[in-house]
Structures are given as structure tokens and as C-alpha cells.
DNA sequence: TTCAGTGCAAAGACTTTGCACTCAG
DNA sequence: CTGAGTGCAAAGTCTTTGCACTGAA
């Protein structure tokens, strides 16, 4: 993993510095699809000089590289998943959480992409789907945070 | 239309204001899926003394009423669509603008709930599906602008 | 050594909050 | 009349920009 990100950043031509190592670690090691600032809060004990600025602008660079997909849930916060390909999430309306759910993504950017392309003559090239309701949990009446 | 606001918002105990009756009117009359900054930039001529604020205020309690939908479209801005329904965007990353697609929403919301529920047992009420990629004009190599 | 990358501070964009005034019902 | 709604100003939140310093290659 560690060497996969170095060995990535430097094919593409960009330094591998031991923060964005490490970003690319919190991302690559939780389904929690954190936030720049919740990022940043997990690795401030391991670099207390790290600056949320370099977060967002690494953020950045991971998401053009493809490293990184950004997602927007309509919290007015950009999260980031360290699963690039197309796939679904879950925004559980009661504890916040969004969670991946296990849907092959690719199919339907091809079938969407054909229907698109037949009616209406768009081009498709990726996708975002987002599903509101409740996580398993909550649907439950489970307590839960987050 | 304009009976139709002004009787829905009496009903659900609001009141029917001119600005709240205007900002409706822009919405229902367009398919541009406008911010709230050009909503109200295309009223400042009618209502000069309207502020922005009253648009995002207006707008919100639109959306919690169940008469506009909010869009999140990456572009880190919030546009607004008078189809609660839900259904599909499609975003274009040459020109901006984001277009409807003619699709069966509620098909999508109800396979994607069942298959959620088999899967994971979460609960789905609503999804929000936005395409990427470039709308008929741009991939024809059209000149336009949003 | 050298410049891409970092960190600090400040600015920017969009949205929300607080409060007195106004007008819809 | 009366309080929901408006408009102004100010603040808040998330993100980006500018610039000098630093450390990866």
C-alpha cells in the first residue's frame, strides 16, 4: 500500500511526500469517506505541523491523479473515498454516515451512458449516485454516532 | 400556477408573499436549474429591493415543503429544480449546464430500495443521480455557453 | 542543489444568523 | 392587528490563494 502510492505519485511525476503518504493511508484505510477536516484531525497526533490547507490542496491532486473521488452528499461538505471506481453510497439521514453500497457501478454508467446517448445524443462519462434514507442501524432503531 | 403556489404554501400554514410567489415563478418557469444568486440576480429588475437572503431562506423552506428539489452538482453550489420528482441531471463539464434526462425515476428509486433492503438492509427514500460528461452541443464540437 | 510541496495567514465563495421593520391574513 | 416574513448587516463554514521556507529527488 505504502509503496503503491509512492510508486504513483512519482510515475505521475509528483513528489512523494511522507503527508501525502499519509492522507492517502487514512483515506485508503476507512469506509468512512471523510471530510478534509476529519483528515486532518486524524493525523494532527502523527504530524502536528500538518496544515489543513495541505490536505485540501492534496485532496486535490489525489482527485486529478484519480487516486481520490470526491463525493458530494449535499451536507455542503466534500468527502473523499479512496475507491476510485463508479459506485454507490448510502447518506443515512439519521447518524450522517455514508456507506458504500455493493452494486456493480460500471453497469450502470454503461447502461446510462447508452440511454443517454440514444435519447438525447449526451455523452456520459462517470456518475454520481447518492441514495438517502436510513443505514441498517438506524433503520433498526439501533442508537448510533457519527 | 400562480393559484397553485400561493394555495400550496396557504395550506402547509405559510404565508404567499410576492417574493415567495416570484421566486417560485422563476423556478417552475425554467429548465437551468438556477443557483439562488441567479434566481435572484433575474429578479432584481422586478423586485429591486429583494435580498439574496430572502432567496435562500424562500428556497429552503421550498425544499423542505417539498416544492423544489435541491441539486448537488459538484460544482459546490446549491442549484434548484421546480420537479420534485425524482429523477436524472446530467452536468456538462464543457458548458456548464445541467440538463434533465427523461428517465424513469421512480424505476430507479424503487429497484434501487429493494435491492438496498436484500443487501445490507438499509432503507432508501430518494437518490440523487447526477451524469458527468458533455451534453449533445458540446460533444458535437457546438460553441455555447451555460 | 533546486523547485515541488508545505505551512502560515489572509482572502474568497456560498450560505446562515440576528434583529428590527413590514405587510399578509 | 399580529406575528410570519423580509431586508440589512454581520458572521460562519468550507475552500482557495499568495508567498516565503523546506526537504524530496
Redesign the pocket.
Known amino acids: 500500500m505504502y509503496v503503491t502510492i ?1 510508486k504513483r ?2 510515475e505521475a ?8 503518504v499519509a ?1 492517502y493511508m487514512i483515506l485508503a484505510q476507512t469506509k468512512a469517506h471523510p ?3 476529519r483528515v486532518y484531525e486524524k493525523l494532527h497526533s502523527e ?1 502536528p ?13 489525489f482527485e486529478e491523479l484519480g487516486l481520490v473521488r470526491r463525493l458530494d452528499t449535499g ?4 468527502r473523499y473515498d479512496a475507491n476510485p471506481a463508479p459506485h454507490i453510497h448510502l447518506a443515512c439521514r439519521a447518524c450522517g454516515q455514508v456507506v458504500d453500497i455493493d452494486y456493480d457501478g460500471k453497469y450502470i454508467l454503461e447502461r446510462m451512458s447508452q440511454y443517454v446517448k440514444e435519447n438525447g445524443g449526451h455523452e456520459v462519462c462517470d456518475f454520481n449516485l447518492i441514495l438517502y434514507g436510513y443505514c441498517r442501524a438506524c433503520s433498526n432503531g439501533e442508537a448510533s454516532s457519527n
Open positions: 509512492t505519485l512519482r511525476g509528483f513528489r512523494a511526500t511522507p503527508q501525502r492522507i471530510c478534509a477536516e504530524f505541523s500538518l496544515s489543513l490547507n495541505t490536505v485540501y490542496k492534496t485532496l486535490q491532486t451536507e455542503g461538505i466534500c
